[in-house]
């Protein structure tokens, strides 16, 4: 057991409210006046407190970092803080190691799983495991399944109708443009340019879009938009926690083609998307080409989620040649599950047979094959089709 947990999370993932359960004192950095004063002129007075003590949005004050590592340090203790932040500290912030006094807890918001959406009747271990999978046909339509997307893995919309969910989003990007972008580094940001970056990162969601394209886009609706500027605004995003992008997975193949190092670009939550687009779940369905796009990135959410409970991460695959797979599991032992993402039951065919191409360029001389190859579809049934590759429906897996 540590002396700290270091938890971290975008706003609105439940970090505070997962604190409060087990804190017997608390201060919020970001809003708390006096504590506000007091780090200016006696910042040790903060940490004053019963323990555990939160220390809610710390990064607003990074030199509490080093304060708490001395304190703990002093103490020789267990359980002593819990911090947490909405955004990582500026990399100029020099912050001590925290090894062997902190212990990190990462959230994202809600997987369907965890919102009571899937049925979890197929775990991500059981197709570790290369075990028998099986469900019940999906009874969600793709209609329910938009109005999910719309809605989000946010806590605090649990018991909230989609009617009055479906604003949160926009209102949550808006807030990050106008106010904490800026915040986050001290710099003024231009908001509207923030917003129509989002735009540009939410139009192409689950691609490989560079930011030069995304620069242009940017440039094309207001012009004077570098390319540095868009580099700047999207590290502000990605400290934030606003922006998850998926880092590309390398490994030894066979072929003679390279490996690509581009990450796909995602939101922490597919919602984000819908929200700065001012999409509503009709708009969705009229469009099912950028539904996919946007229920690719629904499954690479669950997938780090599910992963991380797994103590694995999740990536994508693309090599010169043009084969790509869309998400790659691996745990730390190394073994990993190939993934495609497709919205219909009916692409599963050409999803399978994509998912052997990539297996047959594994080198098992020098890397492990797949544990398994998967394609995850938004309806149809569990099951292990013949040519060895699983079909599993997102709305019934689990971790």
């Not at 946010?154 to 808006?174: E, H, I, N, Q, V």
């Not at 998926?246 to 919602?271: E, G, N």
Request: hydrophobic content about 40%; some cysteine; overall charge neutral.
């Amino acid at each position: 057991m540590a002396g700290a947990v270091l938890i971290t999370g975008p706003k609105a993932c439940g970090k505070t409210e997962t604190a409060m359960q087990v804190a017997k004192s608390h201060v919020r950095l970001d809003s708390d006046h006096q504590a506000r004063l007091a780090m200016e002129v006696m910042p040790e007075q903060v940490l004053s407190g019963a323990k555990p003590r939160l220390l809610d949005e710390w990064q607003e004050f990074p030199e509490i970092w080093n304060l708490v590592r001395h304190d703990i340090d002093e103490k020789r203790a267990h359980g002593l803080y819990i911090l947490a932040g909405s955004a990582h500290p500026e990399e100029k912030s020099r912050l001590h190691s925290g090894a062997g006094r902190f212990s990190v807890m990462q959230m994202r918001p809600m997987s369907l799983f965890e919102r009571g959406w899937s049925t979890g009747e197929v775990s991500l271990q059981t197709l570790f495991k290369g075990g028998p999978v099986a469900s019940e046909p999906v009874c969600t339509t793709i209609g329910e399944l938009a109005e999910k997307v719309i809605i989000g893995g946010w806590p605090g919309l649990l018991r909230s109708t989609y009617s009055s969910s479906a604003k949160f989003s926009r209102d949550y990007a808006t807030l990050i443009a106008e106010v904490d972008i800026s915040r986050v580094s001290d710099k003024r940001r231009d908001p509207g340019k923030v917003f129509r970056l989002m735009q540009s990162v939410a139009r192409n969601i689950s691609t490989e879009v560079s930011i030069a394209s995304l620069a242009a886009d940017v440039r094309g609706g207001v012009g004077g938009f570098k390319e540095e500027t868009a580099a700047d605004y999207l590290s502000a995003l990605e400290r934030l926690m606003f922006v998850e992008n998926l880092p590309a997975w390398s490994t030894h193949i066979r072929s003679s083609a390279t490996l690509r190092q581009m990450v796909k670009r995602h939101f922490v939550d597919p919602s984000l998307a819908c929200g700065v687009l001012g999409l509503n779940a009709e708009k969705l369905l009229k469009d099912l080409e950028y539904f996919g796009f946007v229920f690719e990135s629904l499954a690479i959410r669950d997938l780090r989620i599910y992963a991380q409970q797994l103590g694995g991460e999740v990536r994508h695959y693309r090599d010169s040649s043009g084969l790509e797979v869309d998400a790659i599991v691996e745990l730390g032992s190394g073994n990993y599950l190939a993934i495609e993402v497709k919205l219909s039951v009916a692409a599963a065919d050409e999803a399978a047979a994509n998912l052997l191409k990539f297996g047959a360029t594994i080198d098992t001389g020098k890397a492990v094959a797949p544990s398994a190859l998967v394609v995850i579809t938004a309806n149809g049934f569990a099951h292990c089709r013949k040519d060895g590759v699983y079909v599993v429906p997102l709305t019934v897996l689990a971790p």
